[in-house]
Structure formats: structure tokens, C-alpha cells
């Protein structure tokens, strides 16, 4: 089966960075698109940023300039290095994959992690 487990969550103040970081694992032909979400509670799941095989990023308005995600293919793992982070960050932030297996082309999701910006 396939899994995705996020890691890099923590609490940091205002101003400060962070980077997550998500490993997919298991039994897969290939990673296509991957990004990242985040849910605030009693907020909708909101796309931060994704980023497809060959690199291509694309950026929520609000995180633009602040946020960068990568890819490492080698290592079916993405990042998103965050800096100067906000209050209104603050959320579970939780990544995304469309992985390829024999039979198909299905979406993944990891459990989560928790950033919390505050002083």
C-alpha cells in the first residue's frame, strides 16, 4: 500500500520558518502532481502549493513569496520551506500525491502536522 507521512510541525513565533517535509512510501510506479493543503479550525482545507513531477510550482496568493515547495524524485519525498511565517498560518498542514500503480492513477493522503505560529 501506499503511504504519505508528513513531518516538521511545530510551534514557532511570528517571523520564523519552518519546513515540512513528505515521504511517500510503498508499492507505486511513479509520483505525478504532489502539493500541499491546510485546514484551520472551523476553516476549509485551503491548497497552499503543489508542484508537479518535473518541477512546475504553483502558489496560494497568501503564501506567495514566502513559501517554497520542492521535490526530491529520487527520494519520493517534497518540502515546503516556510519563512516568515504568520499567525494565520496555523494550521494542520497535510500533503498530497497522485500516485501511479499498475492499475491506475489514484490520489494519497498523509495524517498531517501541526504548525503553529504564535508568541
Known amino acids: 500500500q501506499v503511504q504519505l507521512v508528513e513531518s516538521g510541525g511545530d510551534l514557532v513565533q511570528p517571523g520564523g520558518s519552518l519546513r515540512l517535509s513528505c515521504v511517500v512510501s510503498g508499492r507505486f510506479l511513479s509520483i505525478n502532481a504532489m502539493g500541499w493543503y491546510r485546514q484551520a479550525p472551523g476553516k476549509e482545507r485551503e491548497s497552499v502549493a503543489s508542484i508537479t513531477r518535473s518541477g512546475i510550482t504553483n502558489y496560494a496568493d497568501s503564501v506567495r513569496g514566502r513559501f517554497t515547495i520542492s521535490r526530491d524524485n529520487a527520494k519520493n519525498t517534497m518540502y515546503l520551506q516556510m519563512n516568515s511565517l504568520k499567525p494565520e498560518d496555523s494550521a494542520v498542514y497535510s500533503c498530497?500525491?497522485?500516485?501511479?500503480?499498475?492499475?491506475?492513477?489514484?490520489?494519497?493522503w498523509g495524517q498531517g502536522t501541526q504548525v503553529t505560529v504564535s508568541s
Open positions: 498530497n500525491a497522485e500516485v501511479v500503480q499498475p492499475y491506475g492513477r489514484f490520489p494519497y
